[in-house]
């Protein structure tokens, strides 16, 4: 009786936590004016939102945007930090210990201080309405190197002397016989970065204003604030059923390494 | 040992030097040139002293602004570690379908802010929304969830709640996992309580981990920010104009960049100074 209680409390959460998006999907293929109300079963299914949201706004290419960003992105941080952190740990130079040091300080700089001055940068540099500013600001991140830092410590000293005996540059060192060994590591930075780039939203804001250029939780945004969905539920929640979509998927299939990396870093999405 | 090798170290953190000069150097230098002037972008800069401070004390809607935001942080940060610990605490116990429950839970983690507004701002809807109808039928009343000047924010705070509490589950998981099982035991043997058992064992053996969570949704909390943007846009009458919005819309509706820097500069002093009070005061409270 006690484990039953105790099991009920557990799917009153779960139910609590997944309904909302079950309601939300169900919402986006039932007819605008069945919309509300409790109930996800459909009386018919019809996809006028979704065909609604392709009218009005290039989700697709939005969706392609948010893809290259997100992805040359990652590849960056993945190479640069691993990079980084790989020196930090393995290489004795003159520095090291400031450069740590100052890494560690950047992190606890709250990031409101620098937002307008990096903006104008954009527009000095005229990376404002392109890519750049999407991508380049993001490429090193300090939170990675430190991850790859600590990982790289944990590396035996045998392993790196018998590939230097061997004759192996240091590039060789790092992303041919360390990275096949370190896949926990790279999974992770690159489940963060991924998910923080895929999701955000103030930067593309700040810097792009183009439709074609935008990424696609900021074309969403724009669409639902706006005033372009005309106050149409069924139309708004499709738009955010597809900006989510991708995402729920790949976590659907990957659910252990998103929590086991969140857990480590400890970031918000 | 030191070798002439180690001097591809410079090539390496080549990146980061680059990096930290352009992107968090250069933009912190010019922050202070930024505070003293008046500048649209376009128009030359316009030296204005300590004026931007002057303004800014007087702003009456800017402190509005950053109340508003403790009043965010003030719901959603017990609220959160309260579920949070609740439920770790019932994942950490022997069960089925721990990894099923847990993935639910964390569902909406890994979704962006933008859809759980867009989704929440039908759920709270007057008339139509799921929570609206589901009290009418349990208690025959509606509530103003987003219009009413008392409730919006606190709404707010109930949606957040929900799209993190996820990750503050895991973390406590994590920190649970670390407590040693033989001191549950041991208190056990003398007879204490549930309770006495959490409160003496499990609250100061996570401690690093409340500290952990406590930092990061205070910080997550002053950059509130798309929500109220899509939600309400502040309203109703600014009760949910966060400080981020404030400097958003200072610099970016009516390029005050001059001014927007100040408010972002100033901002930063007190996430800052939060931060490190709330780090103090936890660590001090759970010395045993």
Known sequence: MRKLVFYLFLIFWTIIFMYPFLWMISATIRPEAEIGGFGIIPSKITFDSYEKVFEKIPIFRALLNSTIVATSVTLGVIIFSSMIGYSLARHRFRGRNLIFGVILFTMTMPFQITLIPQYILMVKFQWTETFLALIVPYLVNTFAIILFRQHFLTIPQDLIDAAKMDGCSEFTILFRILYPISTPAIVTVGIITFMAIWNEVLWPLIVIHEQHLMTLPQLVTIFVVGGQAESLMGVKLAAATMLAAPIIIAYSIFQRYFIASMATSGLKG | ?288
């Open chain 2, 1 to 288: 040992m030191k070798t002439k090798r180690d001097k591809i170290g410079y090539v390496f953190v080549l990146p980061y030097l680059i990096h930290f000069s352009v992107f968090v150097a250069f933009p912190l230098a010019f922050s202070f040139v930024l505070i003293f002037h008046k500048w649209d972008i376009i128009s030359p800069m316009d030296w204005v002293g300590f004026s931007n401070f002057s303004k800014l004390v007087q702003d009456v809607l800017f402190f509005k602004a950053i109340r508003n935001t403790l009043v965010f942080l003030v719901i959603h940060i017990p609220l959160q570690i309260i579920i949070a610990l609740a439920l770790a605490e019932f994942l950490n116990q022997k069960i089925r379908f721990r990894g099923f429950f847990r993935a639910s839970y964390f569902m909406p983690v890994v979704v962006s802010g933008v859809v759980i507004t867009i989704l929440w701002q039908q759920l709270y809807a007057q008339d139509s929304g799921i929570i609206n109808s589901l009290l009418v039928k349990l208690a025959g009343v509606k509530l103003p969830w987003l219009t009413s000047v008392k409730l919006a924010m606190p709404s707010i705070a109930i949606m957040a709640t929900w799209k993190n509490v996820g990750l503050y589950i895991v973390l406590f998981l994590v920190g649970l996992q670390t407590v040693p099982k033989y001191m549950y035991e041991a208190a056990d043997i003398e007879g204490a309580s549930h309770w006495q058992k959490f409160r003496h064992i499990t609250l100061p053996m996570i401690n690093p981990t409340m500290i952990m969570v406590v930092i990061i949704s205070t910080i997550g909390g002053f950059s509130l920010f798309i929500e109220p943007y899509i939600m309400t846009g502040g309203g109703p009458l600014n009760s949910t104009l966060s400080a981020m919005l404030y400097i958003y819309r200072q610099a970016f509706s009516f390029y005050h960049m001059g001014y927007a820097a100040t408010l972002g500069f100033f901002f930063a002093l007190i996430v800052f100074s939060v931060v490190l009070i709330q780090k103090k005061i936890i660590e001090r409270e759970n010395i045993y």
